[in-house]
């Protein structure tokens, strides 16, 4: 069935650092994909989509691609602040079925 | 604004009571309704399809006689973990799917605690 692997954490680092947090997929058809976040004690919140090849999605300085040829959809900020300080997950989704997430990433950014 | 809204956000209940969990779509009528669970520092969990009108479908391991899903409208699916444990604490999420490209909308979840 279709799985969705991101990188193990935690991710630490300093601020206005550059993150990336890896994620591939494994699914039939033509999935879209997402990325959402969850801040300590919140619940979930969309952070960006993309829902077809070479799409871009991007959100408050984040962005990530739709890679079909090497099934990925990376996430990347160029300048990370402490309140992005939280829990990254990967997702995808077929046609209004129920997201698959990925296991998370923990990011802790340090001023 | 919020799209969709779970009520309580936390809750302490002691073993063997039941707890309901409700989710309302605030703003459009959703024939489906996704309840997730999730454990300490781990993913989401699929826990079941809520359908309006028609019996919850729940994912493989899942005990639907501890885990009743009613979606009676359009805008509202309720969760109740009946006869809780201890093991049963962790945080439930709802969620709600707008259509085919749409993201889904989630509630903010509800912390159960059992003692």
């Known amino acids: 069935g279709d799985s969705v692997t991101q990188m193990e954490g935690p991710v630490t680092l300093s601020e206005e650092a550059f993150l990336t947090i890896n994620c591939t997929y494994t699914?039939?058809?033509?999935?879209?994909l997402f990325w959402y976040v969850q801040y300590p004690g919140e619940g979930l919140q969309l952070l960006l989509k993309?829902?077809?090849?070479?799409d871009k999605g991007s959100n408050k300085g984040f962005e990530a691609t739709y890679r079909k040829e090497t099934t990925s959809f990376h996430l990347e900020k160029g300048s990370v602040q402490v309140s992005d300080s939280a829990v990254y997950f990967c997702a995808l989704n077929q046609a209004g079925t129920a997201l698959i997430f990925g296991k998370g990433t923990t990011l802790s950014v340090s001023s | 604004g919020a799209v969709v809204s779970q009520h309580p956000s936390r809750v302490i209940c002691k073993s063997g009571t039941s707890v309901k969990i409700e989710c309302r779509s605030l703003?459009?009528?959703?024939?489906?309704m996704f309840w997730y669970r999730q454990f300490p520092k781990q993913s989401l969990m699929l826990m079941a399809t809520s359908n309006e009108g028609s019996k919850a479908t729940y994912e493989q391991g899942v005990e639907k006689d501890k885990f009743l899903i009613n979606h009676a409208s359009l805008t509202l699916s309720t969760l109740t973990v009946t006869s809780a444990h201890p093991e049963d604490s962790s945080f439930y999420i709802c969620?709600?799917?707008?259509?085919?490209?749409?993201?889904?909308?989630f509630g903010n979840g509800t912390r159960l605690t059992v003692t």
């Open positions: 969620s709600v799917h707008r259509g085919r490209d749409s993201p889904l909308h």
């Open positions: 699914a039939t058809g033509y999935p879209s």
């Open positions: 703003d459009f009528q959703a024939t489906t």
């Open positions: 993309a829902t077809k090849a070479d």
